[in-house]
């Protein structure tokens, strides 16, 4: 087994920490003190290690979590949003680190305990099977906390994952799932107890390690490319949201820790 790093989690920044055992790639979202809140640092190791994995013919599977039970990740660490010039690019940086994961040429699971909101809903949607625990809850909040938006490009993914009723669900209403709904709806592959879930991912990584590996890069790369056929250009609807005086309060008042006032500016 090879590790990224052995040095205590106490002592190092929030972080991706990356196993790989024979043909199973292991990375964990490591920044518990925020419910695993991904920094950039964080994103841009994020896709450094999937071009890597992506490369690398002797990995056939690769399983994400968070660190700790409190969260698989709780979103992006919102220090980032403060000040940014050139709102809507920071969303197409996102998307190319998130492309990267949705098109692994492997199979992929996310194993959810906790949240898994915001870009955390996203990741682990871009993986292709889920796993959580019972407790686990699910969504994209941002009409109650920051007041931004998704690109085009992670609406349609999630859309076509979940179906436009539950997405409207999760963004009009700011609402978080619970897992038992989500396994009805074919979303979750399992729920397993906190227990038994790393067992339940290694089981299954194990199963899809030992089939055919050009059949299943074909065929979930052909998937992707169907979801992201023809996407319409939605840049000035991105622009308007993230230069909103209603975004910049959003920001502020999370950070303050304060209800945001809306004014639809």
């Known amino acids: ?9 106490k002592e190092l920044p929030p972080r991706l ?28 190791q994020l896709k450094s290690i999937c071009d890597d994995i992506a490369i690398n013919s002797q990995i056939r599977v690769a399983i994400f979590r968070g660190a700790g039970d409190k969260a698989f990740v709780s979103g992006s660490d919102i220090e980032q949003f403060v000040g940014l010039q050139e709102n ?37 949607t871009a993986c292709d099977f889920r796993i959580s625990t019972p407790d ?9 906390t920051l007041g931004n938006c998704l690109s085009v490009s992670n609406l349609s993914w999630i859309a076509a994952h979940l179906g436009i009723p539950t997405v409207k669900k999760m963004l009009l209403t700011a609402e978080l799932l619970k897992a038992p709904e989500l396994l009805a709806s074919g979303y979750l592959y399992q729920i397993a107890t906190s ?13 899809m390690a030992n089939l055919a590996p050009i059949t299943q890069k074909a065929s979930k790369l052909t998937l992707a490319r169907l979801i992201e056929n023809n996407l319409p250009d939605c840049t000035t609807l991105m622009r308007e949201t993230y230069n909103s ?3 910049k309060e959003g920001v502020n008042a999370f950070l303050t820790g304060r209800p945001p006032q809306w004014r639809g500016k």
């Open 1 to 9: 087994m090879t590790s990224l790093s052995k040095e205590n989690s």
């Open 88 to 124: 809507e690019a920071y969303e197409v940086a996102v998307d190319q680190i998130f492309h990267s994961l949705q098109h692994l040429p492997i199979p992929t699971i996310a194993l959810i305990e906790g949240l898994a909101v915001g870009s955390g809903l996203l990741m682990a």
């Open 195 to 207: 227990e038994e879930i790393t067992q339940a991912a290694e089981e299954l990584a194990r199963k």
């Open 245 to 247: 005086a209603d975004f």
């Open 136 to 144: 686990a809850r699910f969504g994209i909040p941002v009409a109650r």
């Open 17 to 44: 920490e990356l196993e790989i055992d024979e043909q199973i790639a292991r990375i964990t979202f490591n920044n518990p003190a925020a419910r695993n809140a991904m920094t950039w640092p964080m994103y841009e």
